[in-house]
C-alpha cells in the first residue's frame, strides 16, 4: 500500500550506476555478481536466498535501461549467460538470423 511523503525522514533522487561505474571491462558477469556488485559488494560475496532473489529483481530493469552498452555471451545448456560491457577491444559480434531456431 502507498505510503505518504511524510512518513519518512529522507527522500533521495534516484540514481542509476552507469555500467562503465560498476563493471570491469574484461570481466563478464552473471545476473547474481553484479547485482552484487550493483549494491557496493563483491561478486562473490554470499548472500541468503532471500536477499539474493530481492538484489536480482532489481538488477533486472537495470539491464534492460543498459542494454545498448552490454554484452551477453551464447549460454551452453544450463550455464548462466554472462554479461559485460562493450568494448573496442572485444566488439560484440552479429546475431545470426538463424539464432532463434
Do not use: C
Not at 46 to 51: K, P, Q, S
Not at 72 to 86: A, R, S, T, V
Amino acid at each position: 500500500m502507498p505510503k505518504s511523503k511524510d512518513e519518512f525522514d529522507t527522500l533521495y533522487p534516484y540514481q542509476l550506476y552507469e555500467p562503465e561505474e560498476i563493471l570491469e571491462e574484461d570481466l563478464m558477469y552473471t545476473v547474481p555478481e553484479m547485482s552484487r556488485v550493483l549494491q557496493g559488494l563483491d561478486p562473490e560475496t554470499e548472500l541468503d536466498a532471500e536477499t539474493e532473489d530481492r538484489i536480482v529483481v532489481w538488477t533486472v530493469p537495470w539491464l534492460m535501461a543498459h542494454a545498448d552498452e552490454l554484452v551477453i555471451n551464447d549460454p551452453e545448456g544450463d550455464e548462466p549467460g554472462y554479461f559485460g560491457l562493450k568494448s573496442q577491444s572485444r566488439p560484440a559480434d552479429e546475431i545470426p538470423e538463424d539464432a532463434d531456431e
